[in-house]
């Protein structure tokens, strides 16, 4: 059909459309919130400059390689009805050589820095905040160690610190994986073990992060967020969330919440007695996260309602024991299920005007 | 040892008979209990190409899930099950049912066997993989399909079921499936050994086996030692989920990580296992397509068993992340950086070898040259998460799902491909469409590339694996929806080949050397009959067929022989006429028999029900016993050439000019 000047040009331009195809895909639009392309810290960033000349290097050798497996397929193709007598070469021991020293040479030269950034990722820096994460199913507690704040979800740090964490999953739990990719590569939470990781944020910003290691049904919702903020306003939230629950609030918690509906067999609220279990997510300062149900909803009355309502419908969690379960299926009605979340969302809330569905 | 005089003037003792022996040689029954290699590879090949369509159609359903963010057509149940399932289909019931198929059929041909070692086996073999399947996809059916990903982590699946960490009994089906498919596999494993190893035609030394047989034998050597660890780690998943025990469990001592090492001490041995049939598959169709030898045999074949030893050394690097400490890490890392080395030798050969020769670029060809370029682009980025602290960032995103397509689909599917338009006019006597083939080709390319190409960004723009939907805002839906139209024309490309393979029942009868091979299956009819060769031929070089057909002149230019290159229909129509066929190992039911004990005890297991159980352990015990009692021929074909206790006539000698074959070692019971 076509001849071999012809049959050059097309593999050529398909060549070029694949790659244009390729390059694309690969420099369109993407995020800036949970992207290891983006680091925004110091560690991310020295896992990028490690990668970024490697994966140069084997892009090329990729092309060479694409390009050199077209290109003999073409250059020596027979013609039809031609019947050529290729040389009969069985090797040639100099080039086998060759070819098997260079890339030798190649990886050889890529492990020197391999190794010594995974030593330089594993040393704990000093004067760092620490903090202990636990992964549960399906939602992640965070236990400032030395400010005595349990929280959830979301994580607030300063900026231009180090952040020592204990990444760890409970014992009779399942292994999870904590990943902040704008700010470090992951660390699997492991039962019965505690494995160290370190952040650091260079500026002020909001970081996202998910599990990253099949934890069951709820896997794909297990997210987190970060928020770096200046040390003052670090400090600031420090304080908001060292406080105890409001003496005024704590009767709405141990009638309603404890007596009445046994949210407290789960949820802590510091300051009422009692209330310190650790199975679900500490509820003392709900309102001032911006997200619930591990980074699924928006923290506002509607969703919160429907969570309280009928958490089951709202994150699939199976036969799990210990998940939260239906309200609605114990006789809750949706006008308690609302009067909880209000609750919840402007009574737990430092400022609840940042709330507009507090009044 | 009886000598053979001994076994001759030995009576044949009367053997106890519950069921008479199967004597069919045509018609469904032949097939049902055949032990001809030929047989079981056609069975293990069509089976394992309807699991194929399965997986791919749960690859379809994923995609269609993760076409849009927030998306419901899978709920989160259903979408991991399905994930689950694909892994565990390709990787169990695809990868290494093909590469039994190809070794089946070709392992024997290729090194001048009449069959395999242990013919009954290798039928068992087969129906402990099609039963093994089965059993898996029942699961469905019985409360739910396995749902912990293909590789099944403590303490997930290892929890009992009552803790509801996953729903349904799908742990418990997978590990005891995977048991039972092991069984098969490594019985599959020991013939290929042997049969490498014992059954080559005279002349024919280790230096001048095929290729593909070598692969298959550092295969099958990994295949036995590897599938051990894991069958140990399953069996304590199976105890801490079913009998209160603790092996993975923290919370009284137990230890969640050594399931990991247990399972990719196995695991990674066994993505080479599904590899390097492929390569050798590939080694075969290179040379036969551009007229010139394999560029450094020996170098390949070198890199081959390389590969297969470095295999054992890097497992942990799955583990990257699991906090097995820096001192390991970087171990495993660099072990991982140094099996690229003989995998990329293999490429520059390969090219090597097509550089300077007289290429047609046939269908065949297309898949072995498309082998190349994607395998290359799998392996490149496998060495991207060699740099471990980068792997940190790629673990458990679909950058590892890019990767490991593209050598397994960009590899070794187009390497299988490759090896179907290939050797189908050796198998079914007809050559398959060329057109069609071509077609097929180019979808699946544009198809396969367009869907895992995206999946490298993807990754490391953040998006994890097993994650059954993903939130708007995070400008994954893009790529996404590139990856499912891809899907799709790889669904296209797929629907063509079984169009062209059924269309290939139509075409005019294929001859026995339509390529101008270089190897002995060549030499025989298409397809052969069950002897494989009226008279086992004597090697003297490596690509024996190729050099009986031309030689060398000085300058190295091939000089066509007189004709001589026997393809030996004179020798089979004398024996036809004759009536004395070759002895061949009769077929058998008790394969089939003790292989039903197999899933038997395993729907005992899976629901712990002792009745079952005992079932199964009967029928199996009876099947055992049977098969022991059988010998590997039924001696009423007309005895005299001293069949002992064991039969034992598949081993070759090349007798001078007479057709029938001689016992050379007759020891016990196959």
């Known amino acids: 059909m076509f001849d071999r000047t012809q049959r050059r040009r097309w593999a050529r331009t398909a060549a070029g459309v694949l790659l244009a195809g390729a390059a694309l ?120 160690v030395d400010e005595g704040i349990i929280t959830a979800n979301e994580l607030h740090i300063p900026e231009d610190r180090d952040i020592a964490l204990n990444i760890q999953s409970p014992p009779d739990g399942v292994i999870h994986s904590f990943w902040i990719p704008n700010l470090n590569g992951k660390k699997d939470a492991v039962p019965g073990r505690s494995e160290f990781l370190k952040i650091k944020a260079d500026d002020v910003g909001e970081f996202l992060g998910q599990c990253a290691e099949y934890c069951g049904l709820s896997h794909a919702n297990m997210r987190t967020r970060v928020f770096v903020e200046s040390e003052e306003d670090y400090e600031k939230w420090v304080e908001e969330q060292q406080a105890s629950l409001a003496a005024a609030d704590v009767p709405f918690v141990e ?70 379960p239906s309200f609605k299926d114990k006789g809750m009605t949706k006008e308690e299920a609302e009067e909880i979340a209000h609750f919840l969302l402007c009574d737990t809330a430092t400022d609840p005007t940042v709330h507009p569905d507090c009044e | 040892m009886t000598t053979v005089e001994e076994a001759v003037t030995q009576a044949p003792v009367e053997r106890a008979r519950i069921v008479g022996r199967p004597t069919s040689s045509t018609g469904f029954w032949s097939w049902f209990t055949t032990v001809d290699h030929k047989k079981i590879a056609i069975m293990y090949g069509t089976t394992a190409i309807f699991f194929f369509l399965v997986g791919g159609v749960e690859a379809l359903l994923i995609r269609i899930q993760l076409a849009s963010p927030n998306n419901s057509f899978l709920d989160a149940n259903q979408y991991n099950q399905m994930f689950t399932m694909h892994g565990t289909t390709m990787v169990f019931l695809m990868g290494m049912p093909i590469a039994a198929a190809f070794g089946n059929y070709f392992l024997p041909l290729m090194v001048g066997a009449r069959d395999v070692a242990f013919p009954r086996l290798n039928m068992l073999g087969y129906w402990i993989f099609l039963f093994g399947g089965i059993f898996l996809y029942s699961s469905f059916l019985l409360g739910g399909a396995p749902n912990g990903g293909w590789v099944n982590y403590a303490p997930i699946n290892s929890t009992p079921m009552a803790d509801g960490f996953l729903p349904g009994r799908g742990p418990d089906f997978w590990a005891v499936g995977i048991i039972m498919l092991g069984i098969g596999s490594v019985a599959t494993a020991v013939n290929f050994i042997v049969t490498a190893l014992n059954m080559r035609a005279p002349g024919m030394t280790l230096m001048r086996m095929p290729v593909f047989v070598w692969m298959m034998l550092v295969v099958a050597f990994l295949t036995l030692f590897a599938m051990p660890p894991v069958t140990a780690a399953l069996i304590q998943v199976y105890i801490d989920r079913n009998f209160d025990g603790n092996f993975f469990n923290a919370a009284m001592g137990g230890e969640p990580i050594l399931y990991q090492h247990l399972f990719w001490i196995f695991g990674h041995p066994e993505v080479y ?53 820096p001192v390991a890490v970087a171990a495993f890392g660099l072990s991982t950086m140094l099996i690229a080395v003989p995998t990329g030798v293999k490429i520059f050969n390969w090219l090597g070898t097509v550089w300077g020769g007289a290429v047609r670029l046939r269908t065949p060809m297309l898949f072995a040259l498309g082998f190349i370029a994607q395998f290359t682009i799998g392996g490149l980025s496998g060495v991207m998460h060699a740099i471990v602290p980068a792997d940190t960032q790629q673990h ?53 590339n367009l869907t895992f190409f995206p999946m490298h960004f993807l990754g490391l723009e953040g998006q994890p694996r097993r994650t059954y939907t993903y939130d708007e805002g995070l400008q994954w839906e893009g790529l996404n929806q590139l990856a499912t139209l891809g899907s799709f024309t790889i669904a296209l490309a797929f629907l063509v080949f079984l169009v062209n393979a059924f269309m290939s029942r139509y075409s005019p009868p294929a001859p026995s050397d339509p390529w101008d091979g270089r190897t002995i299956e060549w030499m025989t009819p298409s397809p052969p009959p069950e002897y494989n060769f009226a008279q086992v031929p004597v090697i003297e070089h490596r690509d024996e067929f190729w050099h009986r057909k031309y030689t060398e002149d000085d300058e190295g230019r091939l000089l066509r022989l007189p004709a001589g290159a026997a393809v030996d229909t004179e020798e089979h129509e004398h024996l036809e006429a004759d009536g004395h066929g070759i002895h061949m190992p009769s077929p058998s039911y008790w394969p089939f028999v003790f292989a039903l004990a197999l899933p038997i005890l395993g729907y005992g297991f899976v629901f712990k029900n002792w009745y079952i159980l005992a079932a199964g352990v009967v029928v199996g015990f009876f099947g055992l016993v049977a098969w022991a009692l059988e010998p590997a021929t039924a001696e009423d074909e007309g005895d005299d050439s001293g069949a002992g206790p064991g039969g034992g006539h598949l081993a070759s000698a090349a007798v001078e000019g007479g057709a029938r074959s001689r016992p050379i070692v007759d020891e016990g019971v196959h």
């Open chain 1, 255 to 324: 009638e309603t919440l404890a007596t009445k509906w046994a949210c407290t067999s789960c949820h802590a609220f510091t300051g009422v007695v009692g209330a310190e279990s650790r199975t679900g997510p500490n509820l003392t300062h709900l309102g001032d996260r911006t997200t619930f149900a591990s980074g699924m909803y928006d923290m506002n009355l509607e969703n919160l309602t429907e969570w309280v309502y009928d958490a089951p419908e709202q994150k699939p969690a199976g036969p799990l024991k210990n998940w939260m």
């Open chain 2, 273 to 325: 296992i599904l590899i390097l049939p492929g390569m050798g598959i590939v080694s075969e169709i290179l040379p036969v397509f551009s007229r010139k030898p394999l560029f450094g045999y020996a170098v390949v074949v070198f890199s081959g068993i390389a590969i297969g030893f470095l295999g054992w050394g890097v497992w942990a690097h799955h583990m990257f992340t699991s906090g097995i400490g």
């Open chain 2, 396 to 448: 458990d995103t679909y950058f590892v799902v890019a990767h490991f397509h593209y050598v397994l689909f960009g590899g070794l599917v187009f390497a299988l491909f490759g090896g179907f338009y290939y050797w189908w006019p050796k198998i079914f006597g007809r050559m398959m469409n060329e057109k069609l083939g071509k077609v097929q080709f180019w979808l699946l390319v544009i198809g396969f």
């Open chain 1, 25 to 144: 895909a690969g420099c369109s639009d993407s995020n800036d919130q949970q992207n290891s392309l983006k680091p925004e810290g110091p560690y991310a960033q020295q896992i990028l400059d490690l990668f970024t000349p490697f994966f140069w290097i084997g892009t090329i050798i990729g092309i060479g390689v694409v390009v050199a497996t077209i290109y003999v397929a073409l250059r020596f193709r027979e013609k039809p009805g031609e019947e050529r007598n290729p040389k009969q070469t069985h090797g040639n021991t100099a080039l086998e050589v060759g070819w098997t020293i260079v890339p030798a040479l190649i990886l050889a030269i890529m492990a020197v820095p391999t190794v010594a950034t995974i030593f330089d990722l594993a040393e704990e820096p000093e004067n760092a905040i620490e903090i202990t994460v636990t992964g549960k199913q399906w939602w992640w507690e965070y236990e400032y």
